[in-house]
Protein backbone atom coordinates (compact mmCIF):
# COMPACT_ATOMS: atom_id res chain seq x y z
CA UNK A 1 0.00 0.00 0.00
CA UNK A 2 0.94 3.71 -0.84
CA UNK A 3 1.04 6.56 1.60
CA UNK A 4 -1.18 8.50 -0.85
CA UNK A 5 -3.73 5.43 0.14
CA UNK A 6 -3.60 6.05 3.86
CA UNK A 7 -5.96 8.33 5.31
CA UNK A 8 -4.62 11.12 6.55
CA UNK A 9 -5.11 11.35 10.65
CA UNK A 10 -6.62 15.00 10.64
CA UNK A 11 -9.81 13.75 8.59
CA UNK A 12 -10.21 10.31 10.19
CA UNK A 13 -9.84 12.01 13.16
CA UNK A 14 -12.43 14.11 12.14
CA UNK A 15 -14.62 10.80 10.50
CA UNK A 16 -15.36 9.76 14.30
CA UNK A 17 -16.08 13.02 15.22
CA UNK A 18 -18.36 13.07 12.37
CA UNK A 19 -20.06 9.94 13.22
CA UNK A 20 -20.49 10.99 17.10
CA UNK A 21 -21.60 14.56 16.33
CA UNK A 22 -24.25 11.97 13.84
CA UNK A 23 -25.27 9.97 16.39
CA UNK A 24 -25.55 12.87 19.05
CA UNK A 25 -27.65 14.81 16.94
CA UNK A 26 -30.03 11.33 16.23
CA UNK A 27 -29.68 11.10 19.56
CA UNK A 28 -31.00 14.64 20.93
CA UNK A 29 -33.66 14.92 17.61
CA UNK A 30 -35.03 11.34 18.71
CA UNK A 31 -35.72 12.38 22.28
CA UNK A 32 -38.04 15.00 22.09
CA UNK A 33 -38.51 17.39 25.26
CA UNK A 34 -39.39 15.33 28.05
CA UNK A 35 -40.62 18.15 30.29
CA UNK A 36 -42.36 21.59 28.87
CA UNK A 37 -40.16 24.79 29.25
CA UNK A 38 -41.23 26.36 32.49
CA UNK A 39 -44.16 28.47 32.33
CA UNK A 40 -43.25 32.33 32.85
CA UNK A 41 -46.01 34.73 33.98
CA UNK A 42 -45.34 38.24 32.93
CA UNK A 43 -46.43 41.29 34.98
CA UNK A 44 -50.80 42.11 35.52
CA UNK A 45 -51.88 44.62 33.11
CA UNK A 46 -54.03 47.08 34.39
CA UNK A 47 -57.37 48.30 33.77
CA UNK A 48 -58.30 45.42 31.80
CA UNK A 49 -62.23 45.49 30.77
CA UNK A 50 -63.40 42.27 29.57
CA UNK A 51 -65.89 43.28 26.63
CA UNK A 52 -69.09 41.06 26.63
CA UNK A 53 -69.81 41.23 22.90
CA UNK A 54 -66.85 39.03 22.67
CA UNK A 55 -66.66 36.94 26.11
CA UNK A 56 -67.31 33.70 23.40
CA UNK A 57 -68.97 31.61 26.56
CA UNK A 58 -69.88 28.79 25.08
CA UNK A 59 -66.31 27.78 24.01
CA UNK A 60 -63.69 26.58 26.87
CA UNK A 61 -60.47 28.35 26.43
CA UNK A 62 -57.02 27.23 26.60
CA UNK A 63 -54.47 27.26 29.12
CA UNK A 64 -51.88 29.48 29.59
CA UNK A 65 -49.42 26.66 29.42
CA UNK A 66 -50.94 25.80 25.93
CA UNK A 67 -51.02 29.04 24.40
CA UNK A 68 -47.52 29.62 25.84
CA UNK A 69 -45.72 26.46 24.91
CA UNK A 70 -47.14 25.63 21.56
CA UNK A 71 -45.81 28.61 19.40
CA UNK A 72 -44.86 29.23 15.75
CA UNK A 73 -42.43 32.62 15.89
CA UNK A 74 -39.72 31.45 13.45
CA UNK A 75 -37.93 33.86 14.59
CA UNK A 76 -37.60 31.86 17.96
CA UNK A 77 -36.84 29.02 16.36
CA UNK A 78 -39.05 26.53 13.81
CA UNK A 79 -40.42 24.03 16.71
CA UNK A 80 -43.54 24.54 18.39
CA UNK A 81 -41.71 24.63 21.77
CA UNK A 82 -38.55 26.90 20.52
CA UNK A 83 -40.41 29.74 20.95
CA UNK A 84 -41.15 29.49 24.89
CA UNK A 85 -37.41 28.01 25.46
CA UNK A 86 -36.09 30.63 23.66
CA UNK A 87 -38.19 33.24 24.78
CA UNK A 88 -35.49 35.46 26.92
CA UNK A 89 -33.96 36.40 23.50
CA UNK A 90 -36.70 39.12 22.19
CA UNK A 91 -35.77 42.12 23.77
CA UNK A 92 -38.83 43.86 24.12
CA UNK A 93 -37.99 47.70 25.95
CA UNK A 94 -37.04 50.18 24.61
CA UNK A 95 -39.81 49.61 21.98
CA UNK A 96 -41.35 51.49 19.12
CA UNK A 97 -43.69 50.94 16.53
CA UNK A 98 -43.93 53.39 13.70
CA UNK A 99 -46.98 54.55 11.57
CA UNK A 100 -45.91 55.28 8.13
CA UNK A 101 -47.17 55.46 4.59
CA UNK A 102 -50.57 57.11 3.28
CA UNK A 103 -51.09 58.99 6.77
CA UNK A 104 -51.98 62.44 7.72
CA UNK A 105 -49.91 61.96 10.93
CA UNK A 106 -47.20 59.30 10.09
CA UNK A 107 -45.52 58.65 14.61
CA UNK A 108 -42.77 56.61 16.03
CA UNK A 109 -44.62 55.59 19.22
CA UNK A 110 -42.81 54.72 22.39
CA UNK A 111 -44.73 50.98 23.33
CA UNK A 112 -45.12 52.56 26.75
CA UNK A 113 -47.15 55.45 25.30
CA UNK A 114 -49.00 52.96 23.50
CA UNK A 115 -49.93 51.19 26.41
CA UNK A 116 -51.17 54.64 28.22
CA UNK A 117 -53.08 55.99 25.15
CA UNK A 118 -55.78 53.05 24.54
CA UNK A 119 -58.16 51.25 26.90
CA UNK A 120 -57.40 48.19 26.81
CA UNK A 121 -60.26 45.02 26.47
CA UNK A 122 -60.64 41.35 27.08
CA UNK A 123 -61.83 39.38 23.99
CA UNK A 124 -61.59 35.82 23.48
CA UNK A 125 -61.13 34.59 19.97
CA UNK A 126 -60.64 31.16 18.29
CA UNK A 127 -57.63 31.34 17.01
CA UNK A 128 -57.17 28.54 13.48
CA UNK A 129 -54.03 27.89 12.33
CA UNK A 130 -53.49 26.93 9.22
CA UNK A 131 -51.71 23.96 10.16
CA UNK A 132 -55.36 22.80 11.05
CA UNK A 133 -54.82 23.08 15.02
CA UNK A 134 -57.34 25.49 17.00
CA UNK A 135 -57.15 27.70 20.37
CA UNK A 136 -59.39 29.63 22.23
CA UNK A 137 -57.11 32.29 23.95
CA UNK A 138 -58.14 35.46 26.00
CA UNK A 139 -56.59 38.20 24.39
CA UNK A 140 -55.94 41.62 25.91
CA UNK A 141 -55.87 44.44 23.75
CA UNK A 142 -57.72 47.32 21.34
CA UNK A 143 -59.18 47.73 17.78
CA UNK A 144 -57.10 48.07 15.23
CA UNK A 145 -59.32 50.68 13.78
CA UNK A 146 -58.82 53.19 16.54
CA UNK A 147 -54.95 53.47 16.60
CA UNK A 148 -55.02 53.78 12.59
CA UNK A 149 -57.80 56.58 12.97
CA UNK A 150 -55.07 58.67 15.48
CA UNK A 151 -52.99 58.97 12.19
CA UNK A 152 -56.01 60.26 9.86
CA UNK A 153 -55.36 57.53 6.45
CA UNK A 154 -55.23 59.42 3.43
CA UNK A 155 -57.96 58.12 0.70
CA UNK A 156 -55.11 56.29 -1.30
CA UNK A 157 -54.84 53.96 2.11
CA UNK A 158 -55.83 50.86 0.73
CA UNK A 159 -53.50 48.15 2.62
CA UNK A 160 -52.13 48.10 5.68
CA UNK A 161 -48.26 46.32 5.77
CA UNK A 162 -46.84 44.97 8.80
CA UNK A 163 -43.68 44.43 9.63
CA UNK A 164 -42.18 42.00 12.85
CA UNK A 165 -38.66 42.71 14.69
CA UNK A 166 -35.53 41.36 13.88
CA UNK A 167 -33.14 41.01 16.45
CA UNK A 168 -29.39 39.95 15.99
CA UNK A 169 -29.72 37.68 19.02
CA UNK A 170 -32.93 36.13 18.34
CA UNK A 171 -31.87 32.20 17.33
CA UNK A 172 -34.43 31.81 14.38
CA UNK A 173 -32.93 34.96 12.22
CA UNK A 174 -29.55 33.70 11.87
CA UNK A 175 -28.42 31.54 9.30
CA UNK A 176 -31.12 29.83 7.09
CA UNK A 177 -34.59 29.55 8.28
CA UNK A 178 -36.52 28.93 4.76
CA UNK A 179 -38.23 32.09 5.06
CA UNK A 180 -36.88 35.64 4.94
CA UNK A 181 -37.19 38.28 7.78
CA UNK A 182 -38.29 40.51 8.47
CA UNK A 183 -41.55 38.41 8.59
CA UNK A 184 -44.06 40.83 6.70
CA UNK A 185 -47.72 40.64 6.99
CA UNK A 186 -50.77 42.84 5.13
CA UNK A 187 -54.66 43.31 5.14
CA UNK A 188 -56.81 45.90 2.87
CA UNK A 189 -57.83 48.84 4.69
CA UNK A 190 -61.29 47.61 5.38
CA UNK A 191 -60.25 43.65 6.74
CA UNK A 192 -57.63 46.06 9.17
CA UNK A 193 -60.81 48.54 10.19
CA UNK A 194 -63.10 45.95 11.29
CA UNK A 195 -64.08 45.66 14.85
CA UNK A 196 -62.75 42.49 15.29
CA UNK A 197 -59.07 42.97 14.11
CA UNK A 198 -57.12 43.76 17.45
CA UNK A 199 -54.62 44.75 18.61
CA UNK A 200 -52.90 42.65 21.15
CA UNK A 201 -50.67 43.94 24.68
CA UNK A 202 -51.77 41.03 26.92
CA UNK A 203 -52.88 37.13 27.71
CA UNK A 204 -54.85 36.30 30.51
CA UNK A 205 -54.73 40.06 31.86
CA UNK A 206 -51.28 39.66 32.05
CA UNK A 207 -48.81 41.54 29.52
CA UNK A 208 -48.15 39.46 26.40
CA UNK A 209 -45.04 36.69 26.49
CA UNK A 210 -42.53 37.32 24.39
CA UNK A 211 -43.26 33.91 22.29
CA UNK A 212 -46.74 34.75 21.69
CA UNK A 213 -45.59 38.17 20.15
CA UNK A 214 -44.67 40.93 22.76
CA UNK A 215 -45.18 43.29 23.37
CA UNK A 216 -48.11 44.15 20.60
CA UNK A 217 -49.10 41.85 17.87
CA UNK A 218 -51.85 41.69 15.56
CA UNK A 219 -55.25 39.13 16.00
CA UNK A 220 -57.33 39.23 13.03
CA UNK A 221 -59.52 35.73 13.80
CA UNK A 222 -61.55 34.99 11.10
CA UNK A 223 -58.06 34.39 9.17
CA UNK A 224 -55.35 31.81 9.49
CA UNK A 225 -53.29 32.73 12.70
CA UNK A 226 -49.95 33.34 10.30
CA UNK A 227 -51.75 36.90 8.93
CA UNK A 228 -51.75 38.14 12.89
CA UNK A 229 -48.03 38.94 12.71
CA UNK A 230 -45.95 39.52 15.84
CA UNK A 231 -44.01 41.79 17.64
CA UNK A 232 -44.85 44.44 15.11
CA UNK A 233 -42.08 47.51 14.53
CA UNK A 234 -43.78 49.18 11.45
CA UNK A 235 -47.32 49.65 10.12
CA UNK A 236 -47.04 51.15 6.78
CA UNK A 237 -50.66 51.98 4.93
CA UNK A 238 -50.16 52.21 1.45
CA UNK A 239 -52.22 51.90 -1.93
CA UNK A 240 -50.84 48.75 -3.64
CA UNK A 241 -51.22 44.95 -1.94
CA UNK A 242 -47.80 44.87 -0.22
CA UNK A 243 -45.80 41.52 -0.27
CA UNK A 244 -46.34 38.79 2.84
CA UNK A 245 -43.71 36.60 3.81
CA UNK A 246 -45.96 33.02 3.48
CA UNK A 247 -47.32 34.95 -0.12
CA UNK A 248 -44.02 35.76 -1.07
CA UNK A 249 -42.14 32.54 -0.05
CA UNK A 250 -41.94 29.92 -2.76
CA UNK A 251 -43.66 31.94 -5.70
CA UNK A 252 -46.98 32.51 -3.47
CA UNK A 253 -47.29 28.23 -3.46
CA UNK A 254 -47.19 28.45 0.56
CA UNK A 255 -50.64 30.26 1.02
CA UNK A 256 -52.27 33.65 -0.76
CA UNK A 257 -52.64 36.85 0.31
CA UNK A 258 -56.23 36.31 2.31
CA UNK A 259 -55.60 33.81 4.35
CA UNK A 260 -59.31 33.49 5.23
CA UNK A 261 -59.95 30.23 7.15
CA UNK A 262 -62.16 28.06 4.66
CA UNK A 263 -62.55 24.50 5.57
CA UNK A 264 -63.42 23.87 1.06
CA UNK A 265 -60.17 25.46 -0.01
CA UNK A 266 -57.29 22.48 0.97
CA UNK A 267 -53.86 23.66 2.26
CA UNK A 268 -51.19 22.61 -0.76
CA UNK A 269 -50.70 19.53 1.46
CA UNK A 270 -53.41 19.24 3.96
CA UNK A 271 -57.04 19.25 4.15
CA UNK A 272 -58.87 22.16 5.79
CA UNK A 273 -62.04 20.86 6.37
CA UNK A 274 -61.38 19.85 9.90
CA UNK A 275 -59.09 21.20 12.70
CA UNK A 276 -57.72 20.13 16.09
CA UNK A 277 -59.04 21.86 18.95
CA UNK A 278 -55.75 21.78 21.39
CA UNK A 279 -56.90 19.62 24.67
CA UNK A 280 -58.99 17.73 22.72
CA UNK A 281 -58.30 14.69 20.67
CA UNK A 282 -60.70 13.79 17.79
CA UNK A 283 -61.03 16.98 15.23
CA UNK A 284 -63.82 19.08 14.78
CA UNK A 285 -64.92 20.78 11.77
CA UNK A 286 -63.71 23.70 10.60
CA UNK A 287 -66.07 26.82 10.43
CA UNK A 288 -66.42 29.03 7.51
CA UNK A 289 -64.21 32.06 8.64
CA UNK A 290 -63.48 30.34 11.65
CA UNK A 291 -67.29 31.44 13.07
CA UNK A 292 -67.06 34.70 12.31
CA UNK A 293 -69.34 35.01 9.51
CA UNK A 294 -69.83 38.84 10.41
CA UNK A 295 -66.80 39.53 8.11
CA UNK A 296 -68.80 37.70 5.39
CA UNK A 297 -69.80 41.18 3.92
CA UNK A 298 -66.48 42.01 3.38
CA UNK A 299 -65.66 39.72 0.42
CA UNK A 300 -68.95 40.01 -1.61
CA UNK A 301 -68.59 39.29 -5.29
CA UNK A 302 -65.09 38.00 -4.70
CA UNK A 303 -64.18 34.22 -5.42
CA UNK A 304 -62.75 32.94 -2.32
CA UNK A 305 -61.73 29.68 -4.05
CA UNK A 306 -59.44 32.26 -5.93
CA UNK A 307 -57.93 34.34 -3.45
CA UNK A 308 -57.95 31.71 -0.82
CA UNK B 1 -20.42 -10.51 23.00
CA UNK B 2 -21.74 -12.18 19.37
CA UNK B 3 -24.78 -13.89 21.39
CA UNK B 4 -25.93 -10.64 22.90
CA UNK B 5 -25.99 -8.67 19.69
CA UNK B 6 -29.44 -9.10 18.48
CA UNK B 7 -31.01 -9.64 22.08
CA UNK B 8 -29.33 -6.06 22.39
CA UNK B 9 -30.51 -4.53 19.20
CA UNK B 10 -33.99 -5.86 20.37
CA UNK B 11 -34.02 -4.32 23.19
CA UNK B 12 -32.57 -1.00 21.92
CA UNK B 13 -35.34 -0.93 19.03
CA UNK B 14 -38.17 -0.87 22.28
CA UNK B 15 -36.37 2.05 23.85
CA UNK B 16 -38.30 4.46 21.82
CA UNK B 17 -41.42 2.62 22.58
CA UNK B 18 -41.09 2.84 25.96
CA UNK B 19 -39.44 6.41 26.06
CA UNK B 20 -43.25 7.50 24.08
CA UNK B 21 -45.50 5.38 26.40
CA UNK B 22 -43.44 7.44 29.11
CA UNK B 23 -44.28 10.32 27.70
CA UNK B 24 -47.54 9.95 26.71
CA UNK B 25 -48.29 9.21 30.90
CA UNK B 26 -46.89 11.95 31.72
CA UNK B 27 -48.02 14.55 29.67
CA UNK B 28 -44.67 15.12 28.08
CA UNK B 29 -45.82 14.95 24.85
CA UNK B 30 -46.55 18.84 25.19
CA UNK B 31 -49.69 20.78 24.10
CA UNK B 32 -50.29 18.81 20.94
CA UNK B 33 -49.99 15.30 21.70
CA UNK B 34 -51.23 13.78 18.99
CA UNK B 35 -49.06 15.63 16.46
CA UNK B 36 -46.15 15.14 18.51
CA UNK B 37 -46.85 10.92 18.47
CA UNK B 38 -47.58 11.35 14.96
CA UNK B 39 -43.78 12.97 14.25
CA UNK B 40 -42.03 10.89 16.99
CA UNK B 41 -43.24 7.36 14.97
CA UNK B 42 -42.44 8.54 11.37
CA UNK B 43 -39.24 9.69 12.96
CA UNK B 44 -37.96 6.60 14.50
CA UNK B 45 -39.48 4.62 12.01
CA UNK B 46 -37.36 6.63 9.19
CA UNK B 47 -34.02 6.24 11.18
CA UNK B 48 -34.76 2.81 11.18
CA UNK B 49 -35.17 2.57 7.69
CA UNK B 50 -32.04 4.48 7.64
CA UNK B 51 -30.11 2.35 9.86
CA UNK B 52 -32.08 -0.93 7.64
CA UNK B 53 -30.62 0.27 4.21
CA UNK B 54 -27.15 0.84 6.30
CA UNK B 55 -26.59 -2.32 6.86
CA UNK B 56 -25.45 -4.13 3.52
CA UNK B 57 -23.03 -0.51 2.87
CA UNK B 58 -21.36 -1.41 6.32
CA UNK B 59 -20.10 -4.62 5.20
CA UNK B 60 -19.51 -3.03 1.42
CA UNK B 61 -17.18 -0.61 2.70
CA UNK B 62 -15.87 -1.59 5.85
CA UNK B 63 -15.92 -5.36 5.48
CA UNK B 64 -18.49 -5.59 8.63
CA UNK B 65 -20.48 -8.63 8.75
CA UNK B 66 -22.45 -8.14 12.11
CA UNK B 67 -24.92 -5.74 11.03
CA UNK B 68 -26.07 -8.25 8.56
CA UNK B 69 -27.19 -10.00 11.59
CA UNK B 70 -29.59 -7.57 12.79
CA UNK B 71 -30.87 -5.92 9.11
CA UNK B 72 -33.79 -8.44 9.16
CA UNK B 73 -34.47 -7.20 12.74
CA UNK B 74 -34.45 -3.45 12.20
CA UNK B 75 -36.36 -3.94 8.93
CA UNK B 76 -39.07 -5.37 11.23
CA UNK B 77 -39.11 -2.77 13.64
CA UNK B 78 -39.07 -0.08 10.97
CA UNK B 79 -42.33 -2.21 9.98
CA UNK B 80 -43.40 -1.88 13.22
CA UNK B 81 -43.07 2.00 14.37
CA UNK B 82 -44.10 2.35 10.22
CA UNK B 83 -47.42 0.46 11.68
CA UNK B 84 -48.11 2.69 14.73
CA UNK B 85 -47.76 5.94 12.82
CA UNK B 86 -49.98 5.38 10.34
CA UNK B 87 -52.00 3.86 12.58
CA UNK B 88 -52.30 6.80 14.88
CA UNK B 89 -52.75 9.00 12.22
CA UNK B 90 -55.85 6.78 10.58
CA UNK B 91 -56.96 6.34 13.88
CA UNK B 92 -56.34 9.00 16.17
CA UNK B 93 -55.82 11.62 13.97
CA UNK B 94 -58.24 11.13 11.50
CA UNK B 95 -60.49 9.72 14.09
CA UNK B 96 -61.30 6.22 11.46
CA UNK B 97 -62.98 8.80 9.00
CA UNK B 98 -61.92 6.68 5.66
CA UNK B 99 -63.40 9.34 3.81
CA UNK B 100 -61.72 11.96 5.03
CA UNK B 101 -58.36 9.58 5.01
CA UNK B 102 -58.89 8.34 1.33
CA UNK B 103 -59.21 12.14 0.13
CA UNK B 104 -56.10 13.01 2.04
CA UNK B 105 -54.54 10.26 0.32
CA UNK B 106 -55.20 11.26 -2.94
CA UNK B 107 -55.34 15.08 -3.22
CA UNK B 108 -51.99 15.12 -1.12
CA UNK B 109 -48.62 14.14 -2.15
CA UNK B 110 -47.49 14.38 1.23
CA UNK B 111 -49.94 11.73 2.73
CA UNK B 112 -49.77 9.92 -0.30
CA UNK B 113 -46.19 9.23 0.10
CA UNK B 114 -46.28 8.44 3.67
CA UNK B 115 -49.00 5.68 2.76
CA UNK B 116 -47.00 4.40 -0.31
CA UNK B 117 -44.21 4.10 1.43
CA UNK B 118 -46.48 2.06 4.39
CA UNK B 119 -47.88 -0.35 1.85
CA UNK B 120 -44.78 -1.01 -0.26
CA UNK B 121 -43.11 -1.71 3.66
CA UNK B 122 -45.87 -4.66 3.77
CA UNK B 123 -45.05 -7.20 1.60
CA UNK B 124 -41.34 -6.44 3.05
CA UNK B 125 -42.29 -7.35 6.29
CA UNK B 126 -43.87 -10.41 5.77
CA UNK B 127 -41.63 -11.90 3.69
CA UNK B 128 -38.59 -11.21 5.86
CA UNK B 129 -38.56 -14.62 7.13
CA UNK B 130 -36.41 -17.50 6.02
CA UNK B 131 -39.61 -19.84 4.97
CA UNK B 132 -40.45 -16.85 2.85
CA UNK B 133 -37.02 -16.54 1.43
CA UNK B 134 -37.23 -20.61 0.70
CA UNK B 135 -40.35 -20.65 -0.83
CA UNK B 136 -39.67 -17.33 -3.33
CA UNK B 137 -36.24 -18.94 -3.93
CA UNK B 138 -33.65 -16.17 -3.09
CA UNK B 139 -33.01 -14.51 -6.33
CA UNK B 140 -36.84 -13.61 -6.87
CA UNK B 141 -36.61 -12.79 -2.53
CA UNK B 142 -33.79 -10.59 -3.14
CA UNK B 143 -35.63 -9.13 -6.55
CA UNK B 144 -38.30 -8.34 -4.05
CA UNK B 145 -36.69 -6.48 -1.54
CA UNK B 146 -34.92 -4.05 -3.35
CA UNK B 147 -38.19 -2.05 -3.04
CA UNK B 148 -36.89 -1.15 -0.04
CA UNK B 149 -34.59 1.40 -2.08
CA UNK B 150 -37.81 3.24 -3.28
CA UNK B 151 -39.27 2.87 0.01
CA UNK B 152 -36.29 4.92 1.40
CA UNK B 153 -36.85 7.23 -1.24
CA UNK B 154 -40.64 7.93 -0.94
CA UNK B 155 -40.22 8.05 2.89
CA UNK B 156 -37.44 11.00 2.45
CA UNK B 157 -39.46 12.86 0.70
CA UNK B 158 -42.31 12.10 3.35
CA UNK B 159 -40.28 13.48 6.18
CA UNK B 160 -39.40 16.78 3.25
CA UNK B 161 -42.68 18.08 2.94
CA UNK B 162 -43.54 17.21 6.68
CA UNK B 163 -42.56 21.17 6.79
CA UNK B 164 -43.46 24.16 5.69
CA UNK B 165 -40.19 25.07 4.75
CA UNK B 166 -37.43 22.45 3.68
CA UNK B 167 -35.18 21.60 6.84
CA UNK B 168 -31.36 21.07 7.15
CA UNK B 169 -31.76 17.98 9.26
CA UNK B 170 -34.67 16.78 6.68
CA UNK B 171 -32.00 17.26 3.61
CA UNK B 172 -29.44 15.89 6.19
CA UNK B 173 -31.27 12.42 6.52
CA UNK B 174 -31.98 12.57 2.55
CA UNK B 175 -28.50 12.91 2.03
CA UNK B 176 -27.81 10.01 4.22
CA UNK B 177 -30.02 8.05 2.43
CA UNK B 178 -28.44 8.63 -1.03
CA UNK B 179 -25.17 7.71 0.26
CA UNK B 180 -26.44 4.39 1.45
CA UNK B 181 -28.25 4.02 -2.59
CA UNK B 182 -25.16 5.17 -3.84
CA UNK B 183 -22.42 2.83 -2.46
CA UNK B 184 -24.75 -0.06 -3.55
CA UNK B 185 -24.82 1.31 -6.88
CA UNK B 186 -21.22 1.77 -7.36
CA UNK B 187 -20.47 -1.82 -6.13
CA UNK B 188 -22.35 -2.92 -8.36
CA UNK B 189 -21.31 -1.36 -11.08
CA UNK B 190 -18.20 -2.25 -9.53
CA UNK B 191 -19.51 -6.18 -9.80
CA UNK B 192 -20.70 -6.37 -13.23
CA UNK B 193 -16.89 -5.00 -14.38
CA UNK B 194 -15.61 -7.79 -12.52
CA UNK B 195 -13.66 -6.06 -10.14
CA UNK B 196 -14.99 -7.36 -7.31
CA UNK B 197 -16.43 -10.82 -6.48
CA UNK B 198 -19.65 -10.97 -5.39
CA UNK B 199 -19.58 -11.24 -1.78
Not at chain 1, 33 to 44: L, T
Not at chain 1, 79 to 94: F, M, V, Y
Request: glycine share 8%.
Amino acid sequence: MRWSEVTPRSLYVRRREFLKLGAGSALALSLPAFARAKVEHGPKLAGVTANPNYALAEEKKNSFEDITTYNNFYELGSDKSDPSENAGKLQTRPWTVSVEGEVGKPRKWDIEEILKSFPIEERVYRLRCVEAWSMVIPWDGFPLADFLKKHDPTSRAKYVAFESAVQPQMPGVKGYAGIPFPYLEGLRIDEAMHPLSLLVVGLYGEALPNQDGAPIRLVVPWKYGFKSAKSIVKIRLQESQPPTTWNQYGGGAEYGFYANVNPDVDHPRWSQARERRIGELLRRKTLMFNGYSEVASLYAGLDLRKFY
Amino acid sequence: MKKALVPAAFAACCVPLLWFAVQAATSGLGANPVEELLNDLGYTAFVLLALTLACTPLQTVAGWNWPIRIRKLLGDFCFFYACLHMLTYVVIDQGLDFKAVATDVLKHKFIFLGMATWLLLLPLAVTSTRGWQRRLGFRRWKRLHRLVYLVGGLASFHFLLRFKTPRVETIAWMGVICVLLLVRAVAAVRRRAGMVQSP
